[in-house]
Every structure is written in structure tokens, then in C-alpha cells.
């Protein structure tokens, strides 16, 4: 399935407040000339807009779009409601967010508010409300972002006064008396009985680990905030504006649910670091780290893009794409020259409208000084701002990248991040790197992934569908596997809890005509691997089958590793490169999906109109008849 012409744009943020105003014009000029589209501002500006209490300033920020927007430019507008000036705690002191150690997290520097404050939730109706009425039909402002990068600095779950009575609400809607919550949490263990809402409290500070029922709902509580914060802005901001409206994510976070934000926005946006991602986040050997330390992850961003295109239902951009060393991660390598070039192009291979890169000019003072941008803080050109030019002339001479569909389908589910974060059951089980590591395998046969949302209930068009460590498989997924004609691959962990939080009888997976029955699990330190009879190992978590169903594949102790029934295989534990390599073709074959393995650090896309090559490696690469220099991109028309 193509959909075929849509322009691809380029970016970049820009903070006016931040300089002079004499220099607006030219900073504006440059960059039109440059061969920039979009320009986002605002998101940090409230001191500015309202230096006290309904004292608004707008004259600045008029200025700014009209100046930007003579020069060609669009302007993205941001809500500032992620950094509250410093009047509005002396107007709500209880509006801090607190964390889990029960302290207030403090003024100087951002994203200091708790979710749940119903009073800062009005400031920022107020806000949004005077915003949207004044730019809401301005020509200059072509897309809206509200707040931004909700979930940075581990900032969704609050501990505070108002995130107690909030969440006692959410409880007494939810299961209606103090019973019905008893017999879902099992309450009775240790004596855990409430007798009224009003008597349950946070699940922090308890002297061992709270019921993971608790825990569970505590993380759903807190994604609805989130979800009801970004809703009440998009509410206001639409009876004023026609400009569709986005988010800026970001990379490896799951503290909310994002297809719960993103079905309220037009836009899913994400903000891509690739080198401080690997740096920071990334849980890779440090031989991977050397080798891609100047180019980041060659799976990382592609997995966010796929994730996100999902998010907005087919429209996702990337609202601040790394142009040079950061300043937040242990290091801050200067990516290879090409990098700034080649990420944008794979986000548009992958399908992004539109990529910014962050920022335009490097700020000389406060926090993020040694973070680059397009231009050095003399404003001189610095690496990435040609890298841009070049993108930008590359774009106007091939408007249309094209985007195919998918033959594989991989299912990610926020849910299942707090699951198994409330019972990781062993040190190395994570939720998203196991989702990872399926799609890095996927990758490397140079297949185009699909992610899809956990409730999912169409699965026509795909030939191939996984969905590792799902905690509970929900009822629309359950029937469109039931009338899936292609191969799934489920487990492991798939199934293995009810929405309650308790272990299910039957026991897991229940899989429609797969008889088999997880009857114990085992977590591993990650070098005891269990070995497989045909190669490769289980890693970090395996579980032992009981049943009558097809044994595909067995450990070298003799239990089950892969069974089957028809087209629908479990896997009884996480397959490590190897193990999971096999897997795959296996599944492939049997679907006629083409594999074609490829070198390390090289990745493609196939668009419906071309075929995109990119080299991650710092070195040249030969495939298929062409040599990709370092940080490299190949395309040919197909
Ligand atoms: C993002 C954030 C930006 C800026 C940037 C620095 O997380 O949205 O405001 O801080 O990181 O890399």
C-alpha cells in the first residue's frame, strides 16, 4: 500500500526569547534560505508571555511569528506548560510533583508539576485558552505541540497529596466498593483489607514491595492523567485553531500510554538523540557502544519511528533531531559527519513528515550550553547546519519517499512495561528491550517492521505478527489471531496474567488450540544462558511446557523451546541473537516473506518507491553491487 505525495519537510527549534531581537530577521532569513519549512517556538517562553500573575506580554511573541513567518517560515507553537514560572508555587504550593521517596521535587529548572493538580491543570487551560484565542487563526502558525516531553525526568508518577486523592477516585469509579478492590488486589495477604477508598494510599514508601495489583493500577491512574493533562489543552487549542496539533516524545520511555495521547492529537511527534540514546539508555556491550559511538544505534531510531508512525496513526514527524554532541548523556560524542544527514533520511524513509532539528543556534549560558546546534553560539555555521542544506536540496529534488506497508507486524504495549516493571522477576527482564531485541532481529533480516497497538483487531495484510511478553492478550488481539491466516509468534510471558494482576487458571498462555501450559518460570543472570539443541540459547528468562502441542524447537536438557499448533508458535523464553536469527527465517519461509540478512550496521528500508541503504558503520560497506561510504545513504528508485 503506497500513499503517495506527501511532502517531506525540515525543521528547527528556535527559542526567540533567547536572543535579541534585532537578530530575529536575519536568524529567520538564514534559515529560508537554508531550506527550512517549519520553525517550533514557545514551549519554554511562560515567564515571558506572562511575567505575573495576568500580566500578559504577547507583544514579543507577536513579533517573532510575524518576522518568522515573512520570511516563509511555519512556525510549530508550543504551550509552555512544561515549565511554570516561579509565581505559580507561591499560588499553588502543593502543585510540585513528589517523588518516590516522599520529597518535593523543586523549582529551577522544568517539568516541576504534578499531573493530578487540579489547580495547575486550570492555570494551564488558562494559558492554553489565551494562547489559542490570540495565534489560533494566525496564518504564521501551522501546528501546535503541547507541553513538552511528557515523562522527562521521570515525571509521570507523583506521590503527591493530590496524586492520593486523585487516584482514590479513579479507584472508587473503578471497582465501585472497597470489596470489589479487595478481591482484585488479594488484599487478604498480609492483612492488606481496606474498608473505604479513603484508606488506600500510594504504593511508595511501604516497608517491603506493595501488592503488584496496586502497583498496576497506580500505573494506569497515572498514564489517565497524563492523557486528561494533553486532552484538556487539545480541547482548547481546537475550537480556536484548524492546525493540527502534536506531541513531542521521546526514545525508550513508557511511563504513559502513548496510543492513549496520541488518538486525542493529529500528530505524533518524537524527539530523536541518537548518540545520547546510546550512551544512556541503550543496554548494549561495550564493543556495540564503541563500535556505533559516533553514530548511535543502527535499530534505535527506526524502532521509534515505526513505533510513532503507529502512535499517529500514519502521521508522526521528528520535532528535534540531534545536530552535534549533547550535554545529558555520561558522553557526548560528535557524531560522524554524515550522521546529521543520514538520521533524517531514515526518518523519512520510515515515513516522517517533517524533521527539526534541535536547536537553531547553541545557547552560550544556563543548562544546555554545551549541547550544539545548527549554529556554533558566534552563529557561525556549525557541522550539521550544511548536513540540513544538503538534506533540504535533496528533498526538493525527490518530494516523494513513498510509504509501504509492512509484511510483519510486531505488537508493543505500554501496559506490559509497567507489568513487568512492578515483576521483573529477574534483573534482566525488561519489557522494551525484549520488544527490541525481536525487532532488531527482524531488522537484520532487512524486513520492514509494522509496530501495532495491543488492542489491534485487524491483522488482514500481515503474513507475519509477534507479540513478546504480552501481560494480558486483549480481547480484539485474541480474535484477530483467532482469524489470522499468517504465522504468530507469542510468549514469552505472553498471557501470563489477568488484568488483575494474577496468574490465570487455566494457566498461560490459554491459546486458542495450543496445548501447552507454562507450569514454572525461571529467571537468569545474563551469563547463564540455556542452551539450545539446535544452536544458540534462551537468555534472561525461560519458562517449562507442559501439553501435547508440536515441539519446534527443545533445550539441550530436553524441554520445550518453541512449540506450536497450526500457524501459532510460542516461544518458552527470550532467544538470544542466534536462537532468534533462526526463529525468524523460520517463520519467514514458511510465510514467503524474502529475507535477506545483512552486514552489521547496514539497514534498509524499502518505501513503495525506493530502497533505502544506510551504513551506520564508520566504515565503507559493499552490498548488493554498491559501496556505502561511513554514515551513508544509498537509495534507488524502485
Ligand atoms: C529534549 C528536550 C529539549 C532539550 C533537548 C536537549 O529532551 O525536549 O528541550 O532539552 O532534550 O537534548
Not at 487478604?188 to 493500577?217: I, K
Not at 499448533?565 to 514458511?590: F, M, N, V
Not at 540478512?597 to 560497506?621: I, K
Amino acid at each position: 500500500m503506497k500513499r503517495a505525495g506527501l511532502m517531506r519537510s525540515l525543521g528547527v527549534c528556535y527559542y526567540p526569547e533567547h536572543w535579541d531581537e534585532a537578530q530575529w530577521a536575519e536568524d529567520a532569513a538564514r534559515m529560508a534560505a537554508l531550506g527550512l519549512t517549519w520553525v517550533r517556538i514557545g514551549e519554554f517562553a511562560w515567564s515571558r508571555m506572562e511575567p505575573e500573575p495576568s500580566r500578559m506580554d504577547w507583544g514579543w511573541l507577536d513579533r517573532a511569528i510575524d518576522t518568522l513567518g515573512r520570511a516563509g517560515l511555519k512556525v510549530v507553537l508550543g504551550t509552555p506548560t512544561a515549565t511554570p514560572p516561579r509565581w505559580m508555587i507561591d499560588r499553588h504550593p502543593d502543585m510540585l510533583a513528589v517523588d518516590k521517596e516522599g520529597r518535593t521535587r523543586g523549582f529551577g529548572s522544568r517539568r516541576h508539576y504534578c499531573f493530578s493538580h487540579q489547580g495547575y491543570r486550570a492555570e494551564c487551560a488558562r494559558i492554553v485558552g489565551l494562547m489559542a484565542e490570540r495565534y489560533g487563526r494566525n496564518p504564521h502558525v501551522a501546528a501546535w505541540q503541547t507541553d513538552n516531553e511528557y515523562a522527562c525526568h521521570d515525571t509521570v508518577l507523583s506521590y503527591s497529596p493530590a496524586a492520593k486523592a486523585g487516584f482514590q477516585d479513579w479507584l472508587a469509579q473503578k471497582y465501585q466498593s472497597p470489596d470489589a478492590l479487595n478481591r482484585a488486589w488479594g488484599t487478604v495477604f498480609w492483612s492488606m483489607e481496606y474498608r473505604d477508598f479513603a484508606e488506600v494510599g500510594l504504593p511508595n514508601l511501604t516497608v517491603t514491595e506493595p501488592a503488584p495489583a496496586h502497583v498496576m493500577d497506580f500505573r494506569r491512574y497515572s498514564s489517565d492523567q497524563v492523557a486528561a493533562f494533553n486532552r484538556l489543552q487539545v480541547e482548547i487549542i481546537r475550537k480556536h485553531s484548524p492546525a493540527p496539533i502534536s506531541h513531542n516524545y521521546m526514545g525508550a520511555i513508557t511511563d504513559f500510554d502513548h496510543f492513549d495521547v496520541g488518538t486525542d492529537l493529529e500528530i505524533a511527534a518524537w524527539d530523536s538523540y541518537p548518540l545520547g540514546f546510546l550512551s544512556d539508555r541503550i543496554p548494549a556491550d561495550a564493543e556495540h557502544k564503541r563500535r556505533f559511538v559516533r553514530q548511535g544505534d543502527p535499530d534505535f531510531q527506526a524502532f521509534h519511528h515505526d513505533l510513532y508512525r503507529a502512535v499517529g496513526r500514519g502521521r508522526w514527524w521528528i520535532m528535534e533531531q540531534q545536530p552535534g554532541p549533547v550535554n545529558w548523556a555520561p558522553y557526548n560524542p560528535d557524531p560522524l559527519p554524515g550522521m546529521a544527514r543520514l538520521w533524517a533520511w531514515e526518518a523519512f524513509a520510515h515515513g516522517a513528515e517533517a524533521v527539526c532539528y534541535f536547536r537553531w543556534r547553541q545557547a552560550p549560558f544556563a543548562q544546555e550550553q554545551m549541547h550544539a546546534g545548527l549554529l556554533r553560539p558566534d552563529s557561525a555555521p556549525a557541522q550539521a547546519f550544511d548536513e540540513a542544506g544538503q538534506v533540504a536540496k535533496e528533498l526538493a529534488a525527490m518530494p516523494d519517499v513513498g510509504t509501504a506497508r509492512a509484511d510483519v507486524a510486531l505488537v508493543f504495549d505500554y501496559a506490559s512495561a509497567w507489568a513487568w516493571e512492578t515483576q521483573p522477576q529477574g534483573r534482566s527482564f525488561s519489557y522494551f528491550w525484549l520488544v527490541f531485541h525481536v525487532y532488531k532481529g527482524l531488522r537484520r533480516l532487512g524486513l520492514n517492521v509494522d509496530i501495532l497497538p495491543p488492542d489491534t483487531s485487524d491483522l488482514s495484510g500481515y503474513r507475519l505478527v509477534l507479540a513478546p511478553g504480552l501481560f494480558t492478550l486483549s480481547e480484539p488481539l485474541k480474535s484477530a489471531l483467532a482469524g489470522f491466516k499468517g504465522t504468530a509468534v507469542l510468549g514469552p510471558r505472553t498471557n501470563s496474567k489477568t488484568p488483575d494482576f494474577a496468574i490465570p487458571v487455566p494457566l498461560p498462555p490459554a491459546l486458542p488450540g495450543l496445548d501447552a501450559r507454562v507450569i514454572r518460570v525461571e529467571s537468569l543472570p545474563p551469563d547463564v544462558p540455556v542452551p539450545l539443541a539446535m544452536g544458540g540459547a534462551l537468555i534472561n528468562w525461560r519458562e517449562k511446557l507442559e501439553g501435547g502441542a508440536t515441539v519446534v524447537e527443545a533445550s539441550e536438557d530436553g524441554w520445550p523451546a518453541v512449540v506450536s499448533a497450526g500457524k501459532t508458535h510460542y516461544l518458552a523464553g527470550w532467544p538470544d541473537d542466534q536462537a532468534l536469527g533462526r526463529i525468524l527465517q523460520r517463520a519467514c519461509a514458511t510465510e514467503g516473506i524474502e529475507t535477506d540478512p545483512l552486514p552489521e550496521g547496514l539497514r534498509r528500508r524499502d518505501t513503495g518507491t525506493h530502497r533505502f541503504l544506510f551504513n551506520y558503520n564508520a566504515v565503507p560497506v559493499e552490498w548488493g553491487g554498491v559501496t556505502i561510504p561511513p554514515a551513508g545513504v544509498h537509495w534507488t528508485a524502485t
